[in-house]
């Protein structure tokens, strides 16, 4: 979605308000009579580490939404990688903090503005934004909202959107993935990764590369990756070369920088190589400018002229850029139906609660991870809290930005366990 037509918050244009916090209420209007209303959030509260998200509790009236507009409770949501550039300050559609992260979610509907017509209170529901998925309950426009089937869990609804729809569209509407392809992904255990290998099987006898360290090649080749390659010992291009001479006709890239190059020298004539990453830049928990201006070096320069004579094509895909709604619900509704069908289905890794957003971000950054990193807005159980963080939890803060906000939100800081 663009930063123009992206499905966020009307009150999100000029105001100093959290993007993706719930609307004010005027103090004329009836809701302003209501009690204050809390629900907690995860904030970026500036770049840089971990410590940069903070868990906050957010106190004021209850939201409200607007016309096409519906509430929703929040039952998991999804982390991507663009979460973690963002914290970094790498991730250009993502506004300046304080922001509320996050890019997709599932939950159930709670209430609905004037002129929704097609969802309905109770309503369990997949939602996508730019950003303020990260938090118990929020209010998005009705028509970046997408029924769930009746046998899907809320983490595989917030597992789906974000990373099925960038290897849907990246396969079928840029690459057209035909029978007898074959295709190269890049950290092929990752959810795009691995909604690319699942999407990949749904079409005849396509061969699948997929990079990845050792001890995700079992569980990738199950889930249809023909070929694994360790990366990390191997020379994957080397290693394709053994396997298939000629090369590879469609490249997935999310790395950016000198993998582009080598990607663009893998492809068969006619191939094309789809850059829709520049994970290469991620090499700490800080910003480091030496890997951004590495990757920067060595990405792929060339001249009309050149892909002329190499009879090849370069590609960008970015979903954060595509303003058409029409397009984004055709692709949901193609993907909900494989969905029902059984030939695709999220791969959960893992879930943390908010208190753990921490762990979570390490476990991406760190690339542990096969498949999917949900996070659970629902508060720790008392016995988690135990198990996980022993110590006394610290007394709630107000934090002075809240006294400081025009509409007097009060706003709690709490720590995010390590």
């Known amino acids: ?17 959290t993007p993706l916090e719930p609307p004010q ?31 906050q509790v957010k106190t004021q009236k209850q939201p409200q939404p607007q016309e096409g507009e519906v509430r929703v409770c929040v039952k998991a949501c999804g982390l991507n990688f663009a979460e973690l550039l963002g914290r970094q300050g790498l991730y250009e559609l993502l506004p300046a903090p304080p922001v509320i992260l996050g890019m997709e979610g ?33 209010v998005v426009p009705a028509n970046y909202t997408f029924p769930m089937p ?31 392809k074959s295709v190269l992904i890049h950290m092929a255990a990752g959810g795009v990764g691995i909604a690319v290998t699942q999407l990949c099987k749904t079409v005849p006898d396509v061969t699948v590369f997929g990079t990845a360290s050792a001890a995700k090649h079992e569980i990738i080749a199950q889930g249809g990756v023909t070929h694994p390659i360790d990366y990390r010992t191997k020379d994957y291009v080397e290693e394709i070369r053994k396997i298939s001479p000629k090369g590879v006709d469609i490249v997935l890239d999310p790395l950016g920088g000198s993998d582009t190059q080598k990607g663009f020298g893998l492809l068969k004539p006619l191939g094309m190589i789809v850059v829709f990453g520049a994970a290469n830049c991620v090499t700490g928990q800080k910003k480091n400018l ?37 397009l984004i619900g055709r692709a949901m509704f193609k993907l909900l139906e494989l969905y029902r069908q059984g030939k695709i289905k999220p791969r959960i890794d893992s879930s943390y ?13 760190e690339r542990q991870n096969i498949g999917k990193v949900i996070l659970l807005p629902e ?40």
């Open 353 to 365: 609660h908010f208190e753990d957003v921490t762990d979570a971000m390490k476990r991406m950054h």
């Open 379 to 418: 508060p720790k159980k008392e016995e988690e809290k135990s198990k996980t963080n022993p110590e006394p939890v610290e007394n709630v803060e107000k934090t002075e930005a809240a006294a400081n906000e025009k509409e007097e939100e009060a706003t709690e800081e709490v720590k995010a366990e390590d």
């Open 106 to 138: 599932s939950g159930v509907i709670e209430a609905v503005g004037e002129g929704v017509m097609d969802r309905k209170v109770g309503d369990r529901v997949i939602m996508m934004s730019r950003s303020g998925m990260w938090q118990e309950v929020v």
């Open 150 to 180: 009746e046998q899907m869990s809320f983490e595989e609804g917030a597992a789906l959107t974000i990373n099925y729809l960038t290897a849907y569209m990246m396969l079928f509407e840029m690459a057209n993935v035909r029978p007898g």
């Open 290 to 326: 030496l890997a951004m201006a590495k990757t920067w070096y060595n990405q792929l320069s060339l001249s009309t002229l050149k892909l002329m004579q190499s009879n090849k094509a370069v590609c960008g895909f970015h979903l954060g850029y595509i303003p058409d709604e029409e």
């Open 1 to 17: 979605m663009s930063a123009e037509e992206a499905p966020t918050q009307p009150q999100q244009a000029e105001q100093e308000t």
């Open 25 to 55: 209420e005027s103090e004329s209007s009836p809701a302003a009579e209501e009690k204050p209303f809390s629900w907690r959030a995860l904030v970026l509260t500036g770049h840089g580490g971990y410590d940069k998200v903070k868990l």
